[in-house]
Every structure is written in structure tokens, then in C-alpha cells.
């Protein structure tokens, strides 16, 4: 087990609603990614996050969007749920960007 | 360019035998190449990564073997096990600069049998 966390573990959602998922980086990182994991498809980068500022950025909307605290602690906000926004949200943390540890996701499911 | 092309998409081994997956890039500026197991229900976990300066690389059962003038690289498991049943990801990405970004590739289901 690595030692981030996510919050929460599942989540269900309406169409047009908006969302917050979280995450708790591992002790000494500074580097948080969020990632997106369709049903059956490896993770897609949605962008990163150094140091409270947005380093590195995916193809993903802006109603994707996401916020660094000075503990490296870490938000993902959707807005606008759409029903393909249904999938594993997964957050990562590294040191200044080396090897990424993940959490275990938080489960998002759009009706 | 920034694609990650892994196969097989599904493997079945007889336990005791070797697993074997097999991922090749295109992006000449990636230096990093981890390999990650994820089990259902769960987040991916780091098993072993390799940095291109070595053609291989090995951390008990699992090996990585690397082809940078093939642009490919695999993972070996010996001795495959049941508990190796998952679906394993290869990704790309650049180990130096803070936008360090990971391409997986399409993942590989792997199931061990007694």
C-alpha cells in the first residue's frame, strides 16, 4: 500500500452536476497527478501539479480543473458532469515529478 | 508521438511458466519506462521501472528488458503464480523536470492458472 489516500471511495453523480474528489499525497512528496481510467483502459494524464501550481496538462476540458494546498494535499473538481465522465479517478504523488506512486481512486459514476 | 503500444491484451499462463508483455513507444524523449499491476477495484501499484542507460533490469520474478534502438521494452514474470492474476500497464514518461506526465499503454490481463 502506498500512502496516498483518495476521498471519497465512490461517488454517484446527475448529469450537469459538479464534483470534488480528494487526495492526501505520500509523506515527502511534492508532486501530485490526477489521472482518469476508463472501464477497461489505462490511465490518461488530466494534469499535474507542483508546488500549488498546475504543471503539465492532458487533453481534458477547463471544466476540468484542480487545486494544490501547501501541505500537497490535492483537489479535482468536474464541472458540467457529463455521462463520460464515468470512470476511475486516480490521484499520484512524486518527488518533484520521479517515479509516481497512485491511490486507490475514487469511483465516479454520472447518471 | 505520444503513444504506448502494448500487447498482448490478455495472456493465460499455467502456473509455474513465464509471463511475458511487451510495450513499444515512439516518443524518442522518454527516459522513464515503469510497469505498473493493478488488481480490480484497486489503483495501479509501481512494480519495477527501468531507465534507458540499462537493457535490463531485474527485481526478484520480474524482469524488464529494454531495446532503445527497437524502441521496446518488456516485462518477464518467472514463475508465474495465481496471485500475479491482474492487469499489467507499461508507461513512458520523462524521470527528470516536474511535468513529468505518464503515457500508459492499453494494459495487459493476465491470468495464472493452477
Known amino acids: 500500500e502506498t500512502g496516498v489516500t483518495q476521498s471519497p471511495t465512490h461517488l454517484i453523480k446527475t448529469r450537469g452536476q459538479q464534483v470534488t474528489l480528494r487526495c492526501s499525497s505520500q509523506s515527502g512528496h511534492n508532486t501530485v497527478s490526477w489521472y482518469q481510467q476508463a472501464l477497461g483502459q489505462g490511465p490518461q494524464f488530466i494534469f499535474q501539479y507542483y508546488r500549488e501550481e498546475e504543471n503539465g496538462r492532458g487533453n481534458f476540458p477547463p471544466r476540468f480543473s484542480g487545486l494544490q494546498f501547501p501541505n500537497y494535499s490535492s483537489e479535482l473538481n468536474v464541472n458540467a458532469l457529463e455521462l463520460d465522465d464515468s470512470a476511475l479517478y486516480l490521484c499520484a504523488s512524486s518527488l518533484a515529478g520521479r517515479q509516481e506512486y497512485f491511490g486507490p481512486g475514487t469511483r465516479l459514476t454520472v447518471t | ?114
Not at chain 2, 5 to 11: E, T
Not at chain 2, 35 to 48: E, V
Open chain 2, 1 to 114: 508521438q505520444q503513444q504506448v503500444k502494448q500487447s498482448p491484451q490478455s495472456l493465460i499462463v499455467q502456473k509455474g511458466g513465464i509471463s511475458i508483455i511487451n510495450c513499444a513507444y515512439e516518443n524518442t524523449a522518454f527516459d522513464y519506462f515503469p510497469w505498473y499491476q493493478q488488481f480490480p477495484g484497486k489503483g495501479p501499484a509501481l512494480l519495477i521501472a527501468i531507465r534507458p542507460d540499462v537493457s535490463e533490469k531485474k527485481e526478484g520474478r520480474f524482469t524488464i528488458s529494454f531495446n532503445k534502438s527497437a524502441k521496446q521494452f518488456s516485462l518477464h514474470i518467472m514463475d508465474s503464480q495465481p496471485g500475479d492474476s491482474a492487469t499489467y500497464f507499461c508507461a513512458a514518461g520523462r524521470a527528470t523536470g516536474t511535468a513529468s506526465k505518464l503515457t500508459f499503454g492499453t494494459g495487459t490481463r493476465l491470468q495464472v492458472t493452477l
